[in-house]
């Protein structure tokens, strides 16, 4: 049995080695928290983003999508609250001159500190118990393990209960009696906790004197309620109806780290839900329920998603929860559900002086709408599909690694082999390649035995291979062989196109939602 942190770095070298995600600029040492999708990763962000978008536009007559620039008025992130209070807590250590964020040391002594000894007694009592170990049980009976779980919940509750407050004397306090060192000086000497802002500014216009100061977007969410008018008017969009729009948000982490769990550059999908306001209780249960039914479709398992219901609520909400996946190292937030109120267009509506109102034909009257927002990132998800869909098999001979993605996702939707490259085989598989292309990414390989061309589709998760053989050239049949069962039966070459299409095709997964 692998601990969580073996898991996670087979994750990251698994998604270099396969030419899924790269380290940005790699060549001069890497950005830290930048990353670049590679030929693989590509196609399976792209597959993910278009499955969200045909969910959330193509099957909703009432949502419209847009793609609103990155740059924007600066007025609009004081207005949105950005420029006063979007921060995080930071503390220095006066020895190495680092800095680091507050919250997240407290978190990394829970993490290293206790959960490791939890993990340590976890593998222990494996390796004593052998097949017979039952791990749910032991976490919920252990005293040690319940000890150091009753631990690590004290400590984080005080933790979040100071930055709610924004007690950050609080949070100082905690680093102190925790006796947390610095991971660089190994000093104890801190600073205060301070609030840092994370949005990266930058100049418009060609000279210093000139130039005007301008915000990289934190959210794509802005882009969507400054169009609000727009494009109600010019969509002839009654309420409730919604805009979605996907696209790059940038925020100045101060933790780089988790890979592409928190990114310095990063991409958005994000949905604003305009309501009529005394709405939003039952529009905020139909989005958290239809969001966590889309994450359910990809068959990633019940069991990996929870609730988490925010307590204390953002200036602007009057509801929020975020649909959490269970990552290599632990539930994490995937998406979050807002019930932001009328708080974002009233404010641009006093920031600009320009009405941003609705008018009700039915009630003849006019108002502010409400707006309920779901907002999910997309490397987050690329992260949570691609972490729970490596696997390591036990064969009869010998492992197998298999990225067991959901198909409709999968970079590639099948390979197709030719047995061996002689005998008029490879023609034939490219002719199959050809008729396939149009509807699916396809990729052709001949290079080494049959066996290690399916262990390499395996490694990058083709649901499906079909190879030609001589039997091929006698009666148009292939054999088709699935990843995850490894089964293969041999069909005409015919229906090959109508069996992806039930099993691979988006139209065909997006009519299970
Ligand atoms: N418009 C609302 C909003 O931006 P958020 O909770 O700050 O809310 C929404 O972000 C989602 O964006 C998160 O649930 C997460 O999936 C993703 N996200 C936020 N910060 C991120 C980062 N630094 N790197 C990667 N994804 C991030």
Sequence with gaps: MKNKDEVFKRVISHAKEYGFIFQSSEIYDGLSAVYDYAQMGALLKKNIRDYWWHAMVRLNDNIVGIDAAIFMHPTTWKASGHVDAFNDPLIDNKDSKKRYRADVLVEDYVANKIEAKIDKEIQKAAKRFGADFDQEQFEQT????????????????????????????????????????????????????????LMFGTKLGASAETATDLYLRPETAQGIF????????????????GIA??????????????????????????????????????????W????????????????????????????????????????????????????????????????????????????????????????????????????????????????????????????????????????????????????????????????????????????IGTPFCLTVDHQTLEDQTVTIRERDSMNQERVAISSVGEMLRKEVSMSEWLKRL
């Excluded at 009753?150 to 709610?164: D, Q």
């Excluded at 009405?355 to 709408?369: A, H």
């Excluded at 197998?400 to 197709?416: D, G, N, Q, W």
């Design 226 to 241: 400054v169009n609000f008018l727009n494009v109600q008017k010019t969509g002839r969009m009654k309420i409730p109806f």
């Design 245 to 286: 729009q996907t696209g790059k948000a940038f925020r100045n982490e101060i933790v780089a780290r988790q890979f592409i769990f928190r990114m310095r550059e990063f991409e958005q999908m994000e949905m604003q839900f305009f309501i009529k306001p005394g709405t939003q209780q039952k529009w905020y249960e139909h």
């Design 288 to 459: 958290k329920s239809h969001r966590l039914k889309w994450h359910l479709s990809l068959g990633m398992g019940k069991e990996n998603y929870r609730f988490h219901d925010h307590e204390k609520l953002a200036h602007y909400a009057d509801a929020a929860a975020d649909i959490e996946f269970k990552f290599p190292f632990g539930f994490k937030e995937l998406e979050g559900i807002h019930s932001r109120t009328d708080f974002d267009l009233s404010s641009h509506e006093n920031y600009s002086g320009k009405k941003l109102q609705y008018f009700d034909p039915e009630e003849n009257t006019s108002y502010v709408p409400y707006v309920l927002e779901t907002s999910i990132g997309l490397d987050r998800m690329f992260l949570a599909v691609y972490s729970n869909s490596l696997q390591e098999e036990e064969l009869e001979k010998g492992t197998r690694t298999v990225l067991k993605l959901p198909s409709v996702l999968a970079p590639y939707k099948v390979a197709v082999l030719p047995l061996l490259k002689r005998d008029g085989l490879p023609e034939i598989a490219k002719s199959i390649v050809e008729d396939l292309r149009f509807d699916y990414d396809v990729v052709y390989d001949e290079k080494d035995a049959v066996g290690r061309r399916y262990r390499r589709q395996d490694a």
């Design 142 to 197: 252990n005293p040690r393990v319940l000890g150091y779980k009753e631990k690590a919940a004290t400590i984080l509750k005080r933790l979040a209960r100071s930055l709610e407050d924004e007690n950050l004397e609080d949070v100082k306090a905690l680093i102190e009696e925790l006796e947390i060192a610095c991971p660089l000086s190994g000093s104890k000497n801190w600073t205060d906790v301070k609030q840092f802002n």
